[in-house]
């Protein structure tokens, strides 16, 4: 498949320590943030989200954090595995059902 | 239960022809939202659908234009191509509601212009 992160910055772990991928939005009024991963030649896949009104949620190994007063979003993967190598991306979105904007992405490489 | 699907996975076309990419939304979804994304950038906004209405539409030329069918089902429509649209363009469909964000991708139509 074709490569998404040709010219994005790149995380390179090792395999089992934990990887902090960071993100400032753009927008002020964004009530509502995603993760998503995406692997080579296929399309952007949910991780987890976040609302406004929230600074911290935490998935399965994943843990997102919110900083509206400085407009910056973190995933947190702990213990990571060879199969979290993809290029992920934050996004953000206003009111529901409105268009989500993607921020620039991030590559991460775990090494074995 | 099928995802996203979208079709063709490939497209090559010369600069100036007409294309059309499709994408049937996962079944329950009703809204569809087309993205284009260049080589090593994130997913830039196009338009989205609903109700067989464009609904929103992103920083795009009228060159590319839109279709929903009764059916949730979606057309994208690129006319007089450039070399600049070469890109893989995703199809997300999702459930219009105000409390709702969950877009599911297809896995894109990788079109190249030459």
């Not at chain 1, 490569?3 to 939005?25: K, R």
Request: charged fraction near 15%; hydrophobic fraction near 30%; include cysteine.
């Amino acid at each position: 498949g074709e490569s998404v992160g040709l010219h994005l910055p790149t995380l390179s772990v090792q395999e089992g320590d934990n990887s902090i991928i960071n993100c400032a939005y753009s927008n002020s009024a964004s009530d509502y943030f995603i993760w998503y991963k995406q692997e080579s030649g296929k399309g952007p896949q949910f991780i987890i989200d976040i609302r406004s009104n929230m600074d911290k949620r935490q998935g399965q190994r994943v843990t997102v954090l919110l900083n509206k007063t400085v407009k910056h979003l973190s995933l947190q993967i702990a213990a990571t595995q060879p199969g979290d190598s993809a290029v992920y991306f934050c996004a953000e979105g206003v009111g529901g059902y409105q268009k989500v904007t993607f921020g620039t992405g991030t590559k991460l490489q775990v090494i074995p | 239960d099928a995802g996203v699907t979208q079709s063709p996975t490939h497209l090559i076309k010369t600069r100036g022809q007409q294309v059309t990419l499709r994408c049937s939304p996962k079944s329950g979804h009703d809204t569809v939202s087309w993205y284009q994304q260049a080589l090593g950038q994130g997913p830039q906004f196009i338009f989205q659908y609903y109700e067989e209405e464009e609904r929103q539409r992103g920083n795009f030329p009228d060159r590319f234009s839109g279709h929903q069918f009764p059916n949730y089902s979606s057309e994208l429509n690129v006319n007089a191509l450039l070399l600049g649209d070469s890109a893989l363009y995703l199809c997300a469909s999702s459930l219009r509601d105000r409390n709702n964000y969950g877009y599911t991708f297809g896995s894109g139509t990788r079109l190249t212009v030459v």
